[in-house]
């Protein structure tokens, strides 16, 4: 009985540890930042412009799609903001690739799209950041602009 106590008493406590690992923090960070590290590492050609909600945008010649990008990244060892923004990149280079092969030029209304719930801004994204992983969610609507 005192064996079978102590061994549910250990089975509880780690469980309540691992909970207490899991973090799961809301960070809302700049697009223009995070873009501005595109020319730092050259993960962005320049061939597909990208408008978020609330930016003006050219004339629209065709809408082709609406795309949903939900990315992740190895957070280990690096800060949540430097890992949100390297998150954040890579949903735009998902976004970009999807455009180029529908024959898109841009992406226009990106919001951020976390669990489905839609965050429009257009000066910032949303990305959550766990111990090891953190999470960009994009949606946007692929064009070609006149």
């Given at each position: 009985m005192k064996k079978t106590s102590l061994v549910l008493a250990a089975a509880v406590?780690?469980?309540s540890s691992l909970s207490a690992q899991a973090r799961d923090t809301k960070h809302l960070l700049s697009i223009e930042e995070a873009q501005a590290m595109k020319?730092?590492?050259?993960?962005l050609d320049g061939s597909v412009k990208f408008y978020f909600a609330g930016q003006s945008t050219p004339a629209v010649a065709t809408k082709l799609s609406t795309d949903v990008t939900n990315q992740k990244t190895n957070a280990v060892g690096k800060s949540d903001e430097?890992?949100?923004?390297?998150?954040f990149l890579s949903a735009l280079v998902q976004l970009q690739k999807k455009a180029q092969q529908l024959g898109g030029n841009a992406v226009v209304n990106i919001v951020s799209?976390?669990?489905k719930n839609e965050m429009a801004s257009a000066t910032q994204f949303e990305c959550h950041a766990g111990a090891t992983i953190a999470g960009v969610a994009l949606k946007g609507d692929?064009?070609?602009l006149k």
């Open positions: 406590l780690a469980l020319d730092k590492e050259g993960v430097e890992a949100c923004k390297w998150v799209y976390y669990k692929i064009v070609k």
